[in-house]
């Protein structure tokens, strides 16, 4: 099992910055994805970023240059610096944790930190 504890969620002015962590601890295993997620209210969860144990990462559109995704993985703990934060990026944001035990694929969830972009 897999445990994701999320923090640094908060209310923020537009052009502001947050710094998301996310801590695991379990049987993580040493090859996998993590990633973070939001979800707005009324809409469907989507991808933010995601970075894999060897470091590379990905990024969606509407995020790229403005957020920066790391992690350490001596902590098994994934960061989301968030910058020029606008309105739109208003959310739920949720850590998730990828990975592949004997060819079976298990993902976790954390339970979410709320982000407030507003003046």
């Known amino acids: 099992q897999v445990q994701l504890v999320e923090s640094g969620g908060g209310l923020v002015q537009p052009g502001g910055s947050l710094r998301l962590s996310c801590a695991a601890s379990?049987?993580?295993?040493?090859?996998?994805?993590m990633g973070w997620y939001r979800q707005a209210p009324g809409k469907q969860r989507e991808l933010v970023a995601t970075?894999?144990?060897?470091?590379?990462?990905n990024y969606t559109d509407f995020v790229q240059g403005r957020f920066t995704i790391s992690r350490d993985n001596a902590k098994n703990t994934v960061y989301l610096q968030m910058n020029n934060l606008k309105p739109e990026d208003t959310a739920v944001y949720y850590c998730?944790?990828?990975?592949?035990?004997?060819?079976?694929?298990?993902?976790?969830w954390g339970q979410g930190t709320q982000v407030t972009v507003s003046s």
């Open positions: 998730k944790l990828d990975k592949v035990v004997l060819g079976i694929r298990y993902n976790y």
């Open positions: 970075i894999t144990s060897g470091g590379n990462k």
């Open positions: 379990g049987s993580i295993f040493s090859a996998n994805v």
